[in-house]
């Protein structure tokens, strides 16, 4: 029970990123996801913020591209970047393309075969995952909040959404904001929840947000390049406008020029970690 | 002449990272080379920082993993990150081993048929691509500097050496020091080189540092925990006791607990930045 194998580790803004995977009871497979352990976690219990990472992407991605050790140091916050599926189940098919299956959990928990005996991403990052973490590092449990990028942020909106009380903040680069009505999360939830319409609305943070609203603002950053919002598949006019109908604080802000890769994360993830300090550490 | 093919280009810190290729009169074949411009570069001409990247890595490494465009941004400095050697030249087993061939170009003019015909690194990141960076980006020609890792190391303490007047800053991370007298730089030298020894010399900070000293002080970061740096194929002390030995100005840095990782260059490029800005900028 949660026993951790670190694949590797690295010295890094003189904290630590670690490479671990564990077994995972609610996913019934082998996990991985990578961790960055703030030097302050040598002598104190520092706050956790997730990172949920977007189609296609390992726990690797955001650890090696998004520049983010350097604010975890400075802010003394323990990072913690799930994988973003179970992998190698043997489910036929499950490699096959690259916005189902592996890469592509959606961070929902399934309920049709064969997808359901694995794909249980939902629990594993709010609740399983937690607890791998609080069992093994100099965490503060009660402070925790969460973040990411296009599913990833629809991952983090869904998360925070539906636990009001169990994250501080949350916040998004160029998130899926209305799963239900764009072709990825269709997709995504016709083969992971089949047809039940009711079900699709419970991980949709359009229509989250008009049942419950967060007592903090959410922050969103755009791309105006993003070929993906060019397409329609973020829409986050959408859920501004849902924001907006309730009452929910929402920062949302679009920037001339940036695309969808990491490169824009890295420019604005220090606003990210400011506002998640914010939070976090006050 | 001078023509370039961008393979992508995204925006990151209000500048541009561009992928570019271009035909290399001198390596007599195709070359691809990254770059940072800098939000500055829409203005005026900013000065130029040659960055030399290590065994096995293309010009994606560092201009994903180092971090480093945000200090580009905040200095205007243009950076330029030329690819590790020649790519599918046709030469037998040249993508066979890590460490010669593709990948391994090890900065140096190939005298030895057929690398001859194409590995001519330290003639194109000396001369042929600082002229493409001239005719084609908003540059101050006559302030460069250059810095680079591990092999990209031994690169930008040759050049440097090679060219007290080219350059006003050097700095290295974990650099191959002494490459005559370690085993990636006798593999690679005898396969370039052929047996020549005096001319291995010339490829060589040890040997050249020796000859001919900088005005300026070297940098150079080095990892305590850097599997080569153990295996002593990096050899920092043999190069320090050379340029105490004749008086040139070193900060040789040594860092418990790193490794040979990005996750090391990540943290201490912003000293390197510095470093650089200094000399470029005043």
Known sequence: MNELTIRSQSRCFEGMVMYCSHFSQCC??????????????KTQKVPILYYL??????????????????YAAQHGILLVIPDT?????????????????????????????????????????????????????????TRQSIFGHSM???GALICALKNPEKYRSV?????ICAPIQDEWGQNAFSAYLG????????????????????SYPILIDQGMDDTYYIQK?????????????????LNLRFHAG??????MIATFIEDHFIHHAKALLS
Not at 91 to 103: K, Q
Request: hydrophobic content about 35%; aromatic content about 14%; overall charge negative.
């Open 233 to 249: 598949q973020l829409l986050p006019e959408v859920f501004a406008d849902a924001c907006q109908s309730v009452g929910q604080s």
């Open 28 to 41: 019934n497979i082998n996990m991985n996801f990578a961790v960055y352990v703030p030097p302050q976690a």
């Open 171 to 175: 916040s998004a680069f160029a998130p």
């Open 152 to 154: 990833g942020g629809h």
């Open 258 to 263: 940036y695309d969808h890769s990491y490169f």
């Open 53 to 70: 990472s977007g189609l296609t992407c390992t726990d690797e991605n955001f650890t090696i591209k998004a520049g983010a050790q350097r």
């Open 85 to 141: 599926s179970p992998r190698n189940t043997g489910i036929p098919g499950e490699d096959d393309v690259y916005n189902l299956g592996s890469g592509a959990g959606f961070y929902l928990n399934a309920i049709v075969e064969p997808w359901s005996q694995y794909y249980q991403m939902y629990s594993y990052v709010t609740q399983e995952l937690p607890d791998v973490i609080q069992a093994n590092f100099s965490v503060d449990a």
């Open 195 to 214: 047809t039940d319409f009711a079900l699709w609305q419970e991980y949709d943070a359009t229509e989250l947000v008009k049942k419950t609203q967060l």
